[in-house]
């Protein structure tokens, strides 16, 4: 069965860089979504991505964040000047389609740990 | 906004036991609902969902029934397995532009031998 695939699946990086999280979204899917879980908290929603553009953000969203496709499989989280309190387990996740009813598959996860 | 409250966790059950998990949303119009399971060190995955009132969605030997009147979309087991712990996860999304899933704290489950 078509997974979502995501890279890498733990990442350390000191407070302040820059990192990249991966992720290979099913190929037939055109709907991309990232999520992040803080230890012990809700799955939270960041942002929907559709034909190269953002079509939904919510407000953990800033301008510290950004996403890409840039090229025909992956698609890519960016967090720059990373902060202590963005560490947290960061999923992606893609559907067929933008329909409601259509479910988003889940890849395993990248978990980011700022020291 | 959308909201999903799942019941507090964890649930310690033996094998073989029934396992009920109850959730409830808050939501405008008619929301499409799901259930996702985490086992451990993987990722969320898809258990079983249902888009419209009273729609039973299964899986698994698992069922939730969407009831629009209660707001609620529980999910029930009849004989639950070892290898049914996990972490059980409710969910929901709106309709037309709205893209999120809004899920659910997540209830842990253990099922002993």
């Known amino acids: 069965e078509p997974e979502v695939t995501q890279t890498p699946s733990h990442q350390v990086t000191q407070m302040g860089q820059e990192v990249i999280l991966r992720c290979v979204p099913i190929s037939n899917h055109l709907y991309f979504y990232w999520y992040r879980q803080i230890l012990g908290q809700k799955v939270e929603f960041l942002v929907s991505?559709?034909?190269?553009?953002?079509?939904?953000k919510s407000e953990i969203f800033d301008d510290q964040f950004s996403v890409e496709r840039p090229d025909g499989s992956n698609f890519t989280l960016k967090i720059r000047s990373t902060k202590l309190e963005d560490s947290a387990m960061y999923f992606c996740?893609?559907?067929?389609?933008?329909?409601?009813?259509?479910?988003?598959?889940f890849g395993d996860g990248t978990r980011l740990s700022i020291l | 906004g959308n909201s999903v409250t799942q019941m507090e966790g964890p649930v310690t059950l033996s094998e073989e036991a029934f396992l009920t998990i109850n959730c409830t949303y808050t939501?405008?119009?008619?929301?499409?609902l799901f259930w996702y399971v985490q086992y451990p060190g993987e990722g969320l995955q898809l258990l079983l969902k249902?888009?419209?009132?009273?729609d039973k969605g299964s899986n698994k030997g698992f069922e939730a029934t969407y009831r629009k009147e209660t707001t609620s979309f529980h999910l029930e087991k009849g004989s639950v397995q070892v290898s049914d712990s996990a972490v059980y996860f409710c969910a929901l999304r709106g309709r037309s532009n709205d893209y999120k899933l809004s899920f659910g704290a997540g209830t842990t489950v253990t099922v002993r031998a």
């Open positions: 991505f559709y034909n190269n553009e953002i079509s939904e």
């Open positions: 939501a405008t119009g008619y929301p499409s």
């Open positions: 249902a888009t419209k009132a009273d």
């Open positions: 996740a893609s559907s067929e389609s933008g329909h409601s009813n259509q479910p988003q598959h």
